[in-house]
């Protein structure tokens, strides 16, 4: 916030109404400004940047600074941007942000030469010979990969934020640079020509790098990125908030300056020693508030903030007394994080109380120190001086999230996964919860017992049974409250349930659950595939060992033998291929392909006992039986001899006729010759991808759709039959268990004809 203090020559020269004319139409040049092409800004000289950083760091190499600033405006050479400045232009105004950051010389010598590896001839090896390593790797760690082929621009934007990551843990200073690259970036943003260009950058900026600053707790960066991208993202919603806020400020007069007059007046009686100073709150702030309360602007009444800074913390708390003693509280504004400071080091009392002339304002107290983390974020943690890092209490928790954030990267399955548990976990309005021992718990706001239980550990997540909340048991679904009281109750017979993932809020959550099913189902997987080689290998009497496994893992490049287990219980592999990589001979033994490709040609192999082999058949379309199922063989003149499964409904109508009913099973070989067709009923949820993530599990598990039809719909759900080429009884159970286990899928069940299916469905 900055400080709104009425000129005293404009008090005397102008009446109050064209003061406040003159005040309004002021704020809405101002805050438009992001909207308007400025002009060119000179190019800032050396010596006016080494300046900048003696400035607050005396003792900065000013060679080094020298060298940068030439090396890189030679790299970038006749380089522009779309703005039509030269290159060289934004690492130098990146490395001024940081100046205002006091970042050390490595740093602003980072900011200078960011872009060259990228963009230039210039390389890591060539940044590691003329500034040293530290430097190279702080370069390096910022550097996009622009050399990765991807298949999509979400696969590239979640692997850059990857490494973005990874980079970072080895040194914050990367991120500072990153940030103050995408701020200059979104300052000159109107100059891109294509609509969608900026969109997405945009998207990019308030979905990833807004919540990253706030996360390290740069605030004011956070602001600037969000309004910046706010006014790209929806320009309309942003100019209406803009003319009505010029409007209110027309009206009111020098309210902002009155009340902030009126609060020191009360402190200076007090004998506290503290500055005033106020501000309406940012257009996307106020944007935010609206539509997540869903209020029109005349109902939102908290637009003005007012900080008060203080020399001491114990004035922090006497200056709270002072305001709840003049003014009234507003039940359920205060939050106190002087003595629990956010995980980013955030320290400061918030109040909104009913101020001066009935204004609603909020109101945060802290003191200089705090302040200037509040500023300056992790920047005002770090100091750097001969490679030693001095880190306050706040600092490491910092890192600690960070930590979280890399345990996520190494054990998660895509790029795409980390990216979406980075923003869940970057979005943290938080509520503060406690063990029963007293241990501070720091969640999202909305979070649950199963967030707390993960937060806590991840044996506690895994093995939750229930909770309690104040001494009460509650479902695990209840949203947390500031100050609660939370008991998980465990058994080590539970494990993790598909819902659970519904209703987690946090990131971390949500990854553990998804990586403990991932694994039940590979374990299932690596079961039914030993089933299937062990079968395959004892039909053709070869022995099965483990070395044999280990050997089709290295011809097939998979990783270990696990893995062609893996590929078998998830359909893509087949028991014979393996088998005759073991055994290549038998691929060659022209006696077992011709009775392969005979018992193909043939369809499946089925035993009837008391007439011969092969005998002419059909399968019911009434069941679908598939290889697995218990079966019954019914012969219809004029059609032969149909097959059913021992349930389907159709053996009851021809209960009159059980003399035609022949005892029949299926060969030994009747799921290798063959696909056969399942039908399912799955209901999921009624929302975008529910469909295709389906197809997607059913594909990843070697099945085969081959007809889908919808059977209902509604506003929660839509139910649809689809029909499935499978092996056998087994590999379609596999699938069943995949899709119960999917987040999308809400039921699913195998079953027999239409009317079935209708039947299923209607119920």
Not at 50 to 79: I, S, T
Not at 713 to 737: C, K, S, T
Request: aromatic share 6%; glycine share 6%.
């Amino acid at each position: 916030m900055g400080a709104s203090q009425v000129s005293p020559d404009s008090a005397v020269s102008k009446p109050a109404p064209a003061r406040a004319l003159a005040r309004s139409a002021e704020m809405l040049g101002r805050m438009l400004a992001p909207l308007t092409p400025k002009p060119r800004p000179r190019l800032m000289r050396q010596h006016e940047l080494v300046e900048r950083v003696k400035a607050y760091d005396p003792g900065a190499d000013e060679a080094l600074l020298n060298r940068a600033y030439v090396y890189a405006m030679k790299a970038h050479g006749k380089q522009f941007r779309a703005s039509g400045d030269p290159y060289f232009s934004h690492p130098l105004e990146v490395a001024a942000i940081l100046t205002e950051l006091k970042l050390d010389v490595p740093t602003i010598v980072t900011a200078l030469l960011h872009d060259t590896v990228e963009d230039t001839y210039v390389t890591i090896g060539d940044v590691t010979q003329n500034f040293g390593e530290e430097i190279a790797n702080l370069v390096d760690g910022v550097t996009k990969l622009s050399q990765l082929e991807l298949f999509s621009e979400r696969t590239k934007q979640a692997e850059n934020f990857r490494k973005l990551m990874l980079a970072i843990t080895n040194d914050i200073r990367v991120l500072l640079v990153k940030l103050a690259d995408r701020l200059h970036n979104m300052r000159t943003l109107h100059f891109i020509e294509k609509p969608e260009k900026r969109r997405r950058i945009a998207q990019e900026t308030v979905d990833i790098y807004a919540p990253l600053a706030g996360r390290i707790g740069m605030q004011n960066m956070r602001e600037e990125l969000e309004d910046l991208a706010f006014a790209e993202l929806d320009p309309e919603a942003r100019n209406s908030i803009v003319t009505r806020l010029a409007r209110l400020d027309a009206q009111s007069g020098d309210r902002i300056a009155r009340i902030a007059q009126q609060l020191k007046q009360k402190l200076d009686e007090a004998g506290i020693d503290a500055s005033v100073t106020g501000r309406a709150k940012r257009p996307y702030s106020i944007w935010r508030k609206l539509k997540d309360k869903q209020l029109n602007f005349e109902q939102l009444s908290d637009i003005f903030g007012f900080r008060v800074i203080t020399k001491t913390v114990d004035d922090c708390y006497r200056a709270l007394g002072v305001l709840h003693r003049h003014w009234r509280m507003v039940p359920e504004r205060f939050k106190d994080f002087v003595s629990n400071p956010k995980t980013n080091g955030y320290q400061s009392i918030h109040t909104t109380v009913i101020g001066p002339e009935q204004q609603r304002v909020e109101v945060q107290i802290r003191t200089e120190d705090m302040h200037d983390v509040a500023e300056r974020g992790v920047a005002a943690h770090w100091r750097y001086r001969e490679h030693v890092e001095e880190r306050s209490a706040s600092a490491e928790s910092a890192y600690q999230w960070l930590r979280e954030m890399v345990d996520l990267l190494e054990h998660g399955n895509s790029p795409e996964e980390f990216l979406e548990h980075s923003r869940l976990t970057m979005y943290q309005d938080q509520v503060f919860c406690f063990t029963p021992k007293g241990d501070l718990i720091s969640l999202p706001r909305g979070a649950t017992p199963i967030d707390f239980a993960y937060a806590v550990h991840t044996d506690v997540g895994n093995t939750t049974v229930g909770a309690k909340v104040n001494g009460v048991h509650v479902p695990l679904h209840t949203p947390l409250r500031n100050g609660d009281q939370v008991e998980i109750i465990r058994t080590k017979d539970q494990t993790p349930s598909p819902l659970w993932e519904q209703f987690a809020v946090t990131g971390r959550a949500r990854f553990e659950i998804r990586r403990f099913l991932r694994h039940a189902q590979r374990d299932e997987h690596i079961k039914f595939g030993r089933k299937i080689l062990e079968k395959t290998f004892t039909d053709e009497h070869c022995e099965l060992t483990e070395k044999a496994i280990d050997e089709v893992a290295k011809k097939l490049r998979l990783h270990k033998a696990e893995d062609v287990l893996v590929e078998l219980g998830r359909g893509q592999l087949r028991g014979n291929e393996v088998l005759e990589a073991v055994y290549p001979e038998l691929k060659r033994d022209p006696n077992r392909q011709a009775l392969r490709h005979s018992a193909g040609k043939k369809g499946k192999a089925i035993s009837i006992k008391g007439l011969t082999e092969g005998i002419s058949y059909t399968l019911g379309q009434c069941c679908h039986p598939l290889p697995g199922d218990r079966i019954v063989g019914v012969v219809v003149p004029g059609e032969g001899t149909v097959i059913h499964t021992i349930d389907c409904s159709e053996l009851e109508k021809a209960q009159s006729q059980m003399e035609d009913w022949l005892d029949v099973s299926w060969g030994a070989h009747a799921a290798e010759l063959g696909q056969s067709v399942a039908r399912l009923l799955v209901r999921v949820k009624n929302e975008p991808g529910s469909l295709a993530a389906v197809a997607t599990v059913i594909g990843n598990n070697g099945g085969n759709i081959s007809n889908v039809k919808v059977a209902s719909r509604n506003p929660l759900f839509f139910e649809f039959l689809v029909d499935i080429e499978v092996r056998d009884l087994a590999h379609l159970q596999n699938i069943i268990g995949a899709l119960r286990v999917n987040a999308s899928v809400e039921s699913v069940d195998r079953v027999r004809g239409l009317e079935d299916a209708e039947a299923t469905a209607a119920h």
